[in-house]
């Protein structure tokens, strides 16, 4: 069973509060088109990611909306990649400095109260992967990296982690899961060798996977709009 969602991410571009995204994304409209052509290989609607660059990670949760994306059967958190939500707003520095340790208290918090499976982190935001999973693991957090794109090099604390060797060292700690953006491969090869390299390395650990339109010119358009379907 593939289990099918959205993120929150889908809603950058408007101003939805958290509680109409997570009623969106449980309608699961293409249920019955899915069963009736693939049976029940795909389940629709219930998996969904919060990404806390769109979605405020200071505000609290209600019980009632923890409880209602706790009904989805996969949730995952997207680590914030700002500390705050301006454009201008510094990038957060995942290492041992105190907005890193509130952050990642935070997500820690969120994640046990809506029953996430993992978080995920730019790994171009890492200066500190020891740091990092070492507080991962004394929260109780799975820690999960993404395959970057071709736009992060100005901005990286260590390597932009768009290749897969860049993940060899990380592959090796088994408490890793990865995230592959097919997107993001797609825009550094589009023979999608990374996705290969990626896949050989972490194996069962791979945690999801972020679909969107493979285009060269435009990041993450619709599904439909794929140069190369």
């Not at 509060?17 to 795909?42: M, T």
């Not at 919060?50 to 958190?77: C, N, Q, W, Y």
Request: proline content about 3%; some cysteine; charged content about 25%.
């Amino acid at each position: 069973m593939v289990i099918v969602g959205l993120s929150t991410k889908c809603f950058s571009q408007v101003s939805v509060p958290l509680e109409r995204k997570v009623a969106i994304c449980k309608e699961g409209h293409g249920n019955a088109f899915c069963k009736e052509r693939h049976g029940d290989v795909f389940e629709i609607g219930n998996a969904f990611e919060i990404d806390f660059t769109v979605d405020d990670i200071r505000k609290d949760i209600s019980p009632g909306l923890a409880e209602r994306i706790r009904e989805f059967k996969s949730v995952f958190l997207l680590a914030p990649k700002k500390v705050g939500h301006v454009e201008s707003d510094p990038l957060i520095n995942y290492g041992d400095n105190q907005v890193a340790k509130d952050a990642i208290a935070r997500l820690a918090d969120v994640a046990h109260l809506v029953g996430a499976r993992g978080v995920i982190f730019y790994p171009y935001l890492v200066s500190d992967f020891g740091y990092l999973l070492g507080a991962c693991k004394e929260y109780g957090i799975s820690p999960i990296v993404e395959n970057m794109d071709a736009a992060r090099g100005k901005m990286s604390y260590h390597k932009i982690y768009r290749w897969a060797q860049d993940f060899e060292e990380l592959a090796q700690n088994q408490d890793v899961g990865i995230a592959l953006n097919l997107q993001h491969a797609y825009e550094c090869d589009s023979s999608m060798r990374v996705i290969k390299g990626l896949v050989r390395m972490f194996k069962d650990r791979i945690r999801l996977v972020h679909v969107s339109g493979r285009t060269i010119s435009h990041n993450h358009w619709p599904i439909q709009c794929s140069d190369d379907p």
